[in-house]
């Protein structure tokens, strides 16, 4: 083609035909630029296409990624609750002391829940420089907001009653004023205690009347509310986000 093109050239310079030349070459330059110009449009629309397969990926696994915060969140909502109505058994009457010692013991025990949200799509997604590209507006919004915001304070909450839920075990379960057996669920049953089981029992119990035992239950159950509402809080945005998404994902 290139040949073509300059015997073309040749051969209006050895005609001496000067006018025709130039406006070929210059048409020959208009069709070159015309050629550049289908090129970086061909180009573009690849790049875009290969952006948007990127996208729809990455909203698939977003959705992923939500699905498995929402059931987190729900298992974190009923461990909040469970402890809420283990700690408030004991304070709301003295039926808890018809259990035996283990029993109350379980009564008492906290636990704190495993950090296990995950922000690795979202962070694949800034490093690609996407974060204002899954779709609407109100989507690029939200998942910031829900990373950056909801799950900021989730993370919070999570150490912030670890912490604190580790101290109520160093009294409950390493008191001088009691022998225990139970640890949220691991025993010891084989190995002998000091006390018989009675003794036992009045020694835990002795720890749940005493104030700063009562002290304790409250501040578990307050710390449990607090959670059950952060969670709620967190899981209804996620809900919202996933509604957003799986809109986003069914239109491409």
Known sequence: ???????????????????????????????V????????????WNQKRLAEKQIYNYLVSLKKDLETDIVLFEDN????????????????????KKFDVDSITTLVSGFWNLNRTSDQTYQK??????LEMLGTPEINKAVNNYYNIYISHYDYLIEWDRELTEKDGAFWFY???????????????TLPFRDNPDKRKQDLINLTESTIGRNYLRNAIARDEYGIGIV?????????????????????
Request: hydrophobic letters at 40%; charged letters at 30%; proline letters at 0%.
């Open 232 to 252: 709620n809080d967190t899981k209804a945005e996620a809900d919202r986000i996933l509604e957003l998404i799986e809109n986003e994902i069914e239109k491409r």
């Open 33 to 44: 630029m015309i050629g550049i110009l289908l090129a970086l449009q061909v180009n573009n």
């Open 1 to 31: 083609m290139i040949k073509f093109f300059r015997h073309i050239r040749k051969s209006l310079l050895m005609e001496n035909k000067t006018g025709k030349y130039f406006k070929y070459a210059i048409g020959e330059i208009i069709l």
């Open 175 to 189: 008191s001088d004023n009691f022998e225990t057996n139970v640890l949220r669920g691991l025993e010891s049953s």
């Open 125 to 130: 997604i800034k490093s690609a420089g996407l």
């Open 77 to 96: 909502i009923k461990g909040y609750e469970l402890d809420k109505a283990n700690n408030s058994q004991i304070l709301m009457n003295d039926d808890y």
